[in-house]
Each structure stands twice: as structure tokens, then as C-alpha cells.
């Protein structure tokens, strides 16, 4: 059988995706049971982190101990990657040592090159691109708080980033729709989000236009890492893209708000929205572990 990916969010088809929330409800709720699940003993999950994480980092780790393997973190500072060695022979390498792979790095072209060389599945952590295991969690979190996404709302407030890219990626395949609206300049650019079409979603030049009747109000930081020297001009360009009380107000009554975290208050979010009832973004970080422990059994043992 072929060495399944999960390089970007359209990598999972309807089917799978349904499988792995099924396994996910499965597996969290063995873990808040306190009763082990080791169905990947012996196994050796890598994890290359070209960029800082404390989410991701923490919930591979956990979750690939939890489910009875190991995991080693690699980072440019203080390996090969980071003085030069070749991305194809890294991955021949770190291939042959391990059974699965998670890289957060820059151009989404690095993974892809990494993965075309490598002998075990790669996941991606996050890139410039995407972050499909944020929206894994992200609309699990949906699904345990109200139900199948199917038909809903997704209101996107900020810079078409890489975890918009990504929603929009997850619109198509679960068919829901995403209102998305940034500051002119900086709207999605449906090639590089890898859509198939323009179909579930539509931008918005107001905010307030976006949020209406939404089912879910979600945004992310201004400044993604690695576009640090942009930051001073993002905070007068996004200033009235802040998801605030008013937005959240003109959402449907019983709509969410998810971040994916870290966040910055009085920034792309006002603390009273991402510190009040309607924020599931605690739930949405925890979720990381369980969606991706489903994952990795998914990828390194349902598929064989
Ligand atoms: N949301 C997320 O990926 O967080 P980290 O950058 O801390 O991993
Ligand atoms: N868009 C952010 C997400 C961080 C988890 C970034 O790329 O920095």
C-alpha cells in the first residue's frame, strides 16, 4: 500500500475524516477514563520543528507516548537541517529511524519535498500554507459542541493565513461555508489555498458583514512567524479587523469562537470575546491531542 500523508487538510477524504472524529471521541474519552490505549508500542514518532510551537510540540508528544511509543524533537538550531544538509537527505535518514514524521517548517514546497523521499508517513505541523491539524481540531471541537458542521457558517475575521487557507480547504470537503473578510490587499488567493473552486466561501470588505448569522466567529494572530518584519504595519492595517462583543453580536445567539492560540488581546481579539462564554479555545487546544493520537493510529496502523 501507498505511504499516506497528511500534508494539507484535502489529503483526507470525507470518509476518513468522519472515521478519525469517530476514533477521536473513541480515544478522548478512554484518556479522561484514565484506561491506556497503546496501540503504537515501539513505534517512533520524529518531530522537526523549524519554527517555535508549544501547542503542537506538546500534543505529539504527549499523544505519541500516550498511545506507547516515543517521540524525539529535532530543530534547526541544533541539527543538520539548520546548516544546510539537503531536505532529500533528511528524509532518507530520518526515514529509515523512525515510523512517522510531523514537521513544522516555512514554504509548504519543503514538506512536500521531504515526504516525496520519505519511507514513512509526514505530517505537517504547520507551514506557511497550512495548518490541517489545527482544523482537525478545530471542527471536532465544532462537531462536540453542536453537531455536524454540514451547512454551517464559519465567519473568518483577519489575514488569509494559513489557517484560513485551511478552513477553506475543510469547507469543500465537509461542506460548510466560510464568510471571510480581511483588510484590502490581503484576501485569499484560492491558488495557493489549493481549492478546487470559489464555491464555500465569500469575502467580505466589513467585518460586521461576515459575522452575520454565523454559526462559529474564528480568527488568528495578524502577524504569522516567519512575517515578523511586517508586524508594526499589520497592527495599523488589521486594527478593525478585531473580533469583538459587537461581532460576536450580530453572529447567531449560540454561535463559538475558536482561536487557535497563542493569542494577543486587544489585537486580533478583544479579551472580553476570547475570555467570555462563547470561546471554546481551551477545549479547541485540548482537542489537538486527541484529534492527533487518532491520527497517527490512523496513518501508522487502520490503513494496514
Ligand atoms: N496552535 C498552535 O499550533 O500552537 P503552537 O504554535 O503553540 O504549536
Ligand atoms: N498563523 C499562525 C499560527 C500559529 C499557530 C502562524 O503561522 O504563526
Redesign the pocket.
Known amino acids: 500500500m501507498s505511504i499516506k500523508h497528511f500534508l494539507q487538510f484535502k489529503d483526507l477524504d470525507a470518509g476518513e475524516l468522519e472515521h478519525l472524529f469517530e476514533r477521536t471521541r473513541w480515544i478522548k474519552e478512554k484518556f479522561k477514563q484514565y484506561i491506556p490505549y497503546q496501540p503504537l508500542g515501539d513505534r517512533t514518532l520524529v518531530m522537526i520543528f523549524e519554527?517555535a510551537?508549544t501547542?503542537?510540540r506538546l500534543s505529539f508528544e504527549a499523544g505519541m507516548q500516550q498511545l506507547g511509543g516515543a517521540a524525539i524533537y529535532l530543530n534547526t538550531r541544533d541539527s543538520q537541517l539548520g546548516r544546510g544538509e539537503p531536505v532529500e537527505d533528511a528524509a532518507e535518514v530520518i526515514s529509515r529511524m523512525s515510523d512517522l514524521v510531523m514537521i513544522r517548517t516555512f514554504e509548504q514546497s519543503i514538506i512536500e519535498r521531504f515526504a516525496s523521499r520519505s519511507r514513512v508517513p509526514v505530517i505537517n505541523g504547520?507551514t506557511?500554507e497550512y495548518?490541517p491539524c489545527?482544523i482537525l481540531a478545530d471542527i471536532y471541537t465544532y462537531i462536540e459542541h453542536r453537531g455536524s458542521i454540514k451547512g454551517k457558517t464559519v465567519a473568518w475575521i483577519g489575514?488569509s493565513?494559513?489557517?484560513c487557507n485551511t478552513w477553506l480547504q475543510a469547507a469543500e470537503i465537509l461542506d460548510f461555508n466560510v464568510h471571510v473578510s480581511t483588510p484590502p490587499g490581503y484576501e485569499v488567493e484560492p491558488e495557493r489555498a489549493g481549492l478546487y473552486g470559489t464555491d464555500h466561501y465569500e469575502e467580505f470588505g466589513d467585518p460586521m458583514d461576515a459575522c452575520k448569522d454565523a454559526d462559529l466567529v474564528t480568527t488568528?494572530?495578524w502577524t504569522?512567524?516567519?512575517f515578523e518584519a511586517e508586524n508594526e504595519e499589520r497592527k495599523r492595517i488589521f486594527a478593525d479587523w478585531q473580533v469583538d462583543g459587537d461581532m460576536m453580536r450580530v453572529a447567531r445567539s449560540d454561535a463559538l469562537f475558536m482561536h487557535?492560540?497563542?493569542a494577543h488581546r486587544g489585537e486580533e481579539v478583544a479579551a472580553e470575546v476570547i475570555d467570555g462564554s462563547q470561546s471554546v479555545v481551551w477545549d479547541e487546544a485540548e482537542n489537538r491531542l486527541h484529534v492527533q493520537k487518532a491520527l497517527m493510529e490512523y496513518l501508522l496502523n487502520d490503513r494496514n
Do not use: E, F, Y
Open positions: 519554527k510551537s501547542r503542537t504547520l506557511n495548518h489545527q489575514d493565513n494559513n489557517v488568528d494572530v504569522s512567524m516567519g487557535c492560540l497563542p
